[in-house]
Structure formats: structure tokens, C-alpha cells
């Protein structure tokens, strides 16, 4: 078992920045990846990035050279540096791993919020 606890989400005008972090506890070894998905009202979740246990990332293209993950593994964490924040980045913002342990395994967080004002 794996449990995400995500946190950094704020209100913040167009233009702005903000810092998403998630830390792992439990099975933190059997984690391969861990990534940052988003919900905006009536849509569906998309991934907004993610990271493998060796370094490699993945962006959208609505976020790539604005947004950038990061791990510290260390600490069990995965971080999400926001600029140039955009209406349209409004959404909830779940923290993942995947991973296998015993079984392949999809694990989630509670969700932070983030709205960007115009």
C-alpha cells in the first residue's frame, strides 16, 4: 500500500506561480513513477506530467516550459513547479504512483485545488 498526500494548492491570479507538493509513505519501494494528473470541472482527468524512478519526464503539451516535475527521493516526494499559470490550468490536481507490489498497483491522492483567476 501506498498513501499520497498532496498539498501547495491555492487561489492565484493569471500569471502566477505555485509549488505543488505530494509526499509517499507505505510501499514506497515498489513505486516506479510517480506523475501529477488534473480534473477541471466537466472534464475528464489528464495527465500534466510525470516522472520514472530514473529521472525520465512527460509533460503535456498545454504545460511543457511552464510547468516542471521534480522528485526528491529522499524524502519520498514528488513536486510540481507551476509558472505562467493560466485560466485554463484551473482544475483539481491529483498526485500518482504506480508501482508493483505483489500486484500492479494505480495509487492516488486526495486532490489540492488550484484556480487561476483572469
Known amino acids: 500500500q501506498v498513501q499520497l498526500v498532496e498539498s501547495g494548492g491555492a487561489l492565484v491570479q493569471a500569471g502566477g506561480s505555485l509549488r505543488l507538493s505530494c509526499a509517499a509513505s507505505?510501499?514506497?519501494?515498489?513505486?516506479?513513477?510517480m506523475g501529477w494528473y488534473r480534473q477541471a470541472p466537466g472534464k475528464q482527468r489528464e495527465l500534466v506530467a510525470d516522472?520514472?524512478?530514473?529521472?525520465?519526464?512527460n509533460y503535456a503539451d498545454s504545460v511543457e516550459g511552464r510547468f516542471t516535475i521534480s522528485r526528491d527521493n529522499a524524502k519520498n516526494s514528488v513536486y510540481l513547479q507551476m509558472t505562467s499559470l493560466k485560466p485554463e490550468d484551473t482544475a483539481v490536481y491529483y498526485c500518482?504512483?504506480?508501482?508493483?507490489?505483489?500486484?500492479?498497483?494505480?495509487?492516488w491522492g486526495q486532490g489540492t485545488q488550484v484556480t487561476v483567476s483572469s
Open positions: 500518482n504512483a504506480r508501482g508493483y507490489y505483489r500486484r500492479p498497483s494505480n495509487y
Open positions: 507505505g510501499s514506497v519501494f515498489s513505486i516506479n513513477a
Open positions: 516522472i520514472t524512478n530514473g529521472g525520465s519526464t
